[in-house]
């Protein structure tokens, strides 16, 4: 029953990413930025997934990689570098503030700084592993570009683009991140199936956001204020 609460969960997530897309990149910015923030916290919770144990924070944060998609395909790949880039600030300063709520001392009235802490503990290394494995996202956003200059028109290359990209990006960000965030800290050979089922599981999330895309498109030119070029997006 989990493992169908947890996709109900992700295509929620991707719904409400696509009422972001009708309101336009800054939107998309925000929503974005907060599914990094909560997947920053829930990476820590294991949870089992058609028999796979693997991370709850792979779901929430595979919705980011959607969003680099939509932005790289509707408005283009300079606005898909500025979200991976914001997404970058907001871990850092994450990292600062989390770090900051560790060493500041409780009130002698306060009963929640050792569930505070023992939650945020991880949390610098989490941010730093998160920091460097942001690579990922411009390799997903590089190769959704070369796949759009080269399948431009119709919607099994818009599909084939999102997917790829999408699936490919996320593994490389799941490797680095969780060699950094957990080794050493976690038994190796769980840590292994940590990461191998996380690339499993990014592959099926990878392959359910495809039809995603498409319903972008409609809320995108739902709204007036969403116009771009043609030449800026290709799935006419």
Do not use: H
Request: hydrophobic content about 55%; aromatic content about 14%; overall charge positive.
């Amino acid at each position: 029953m989990s493992d169908v609460w947890l996709i109900f969960t992700f295509i929620i997530m991707c719904s409400a990413l696509i009422c972001c897309v009708y309101l336009g990149r800054t939107a998309i910015f925000v929503f974005t930025v907060g599914c990094i923030l909560v997947s920053n916290i829930a990476v820590t919770k294991q949870v089992e997934f058609f028999g796979l144990t693997t991370s709850l924070g792979v779901f929430i944060f595979s919705v980011t990689y959607l969003a680099n998609d939509i932005l790289t395909e509707y408005w283009g790949q300079d606005d898909a570098i500025k979200l991976v880039l914001s997404n970058l600030s907001a871990q850092i300063a994450f990292m600062a503030y989390s770090t900051a709520t560790i060493w500041t001392r409780p009130a002698p009235t306060d009963d929640a700084s050792g569930a505070i802490i023992k939650l945020f503990t991880v949390t610098p290394r989490v941010t730093v592993a998160a920091i460097v494995a942001a690579v990922g996202g411009f390799v997903c956003v590089a190769i959704f570009s070369a796949l759009k200059k080269k399948y431009r028109k119709g919607w099994i290359a818009l599909t084939v683009r999102n997917s790829v990209s999408t699936i490919l990006g996320n593994w490389v960000n799941t490797i680095v991140f969780f060699f950094i965030a957990f080794y050493g800290i976690i038994n190796d050979e769980i840590l292994w199936q940590i990461v191998l089922s996380a690339i499993l599981v990014k592959l099926t999330l990878g392959l359910l956001d495809a039809p995603f895309m498409f319903l972008a498109r409609w809320a995108k030119n739902k709204n007036p204020a969403n116009k771009t070029f043609e030449r800026d997006w290709a799935s006419a």
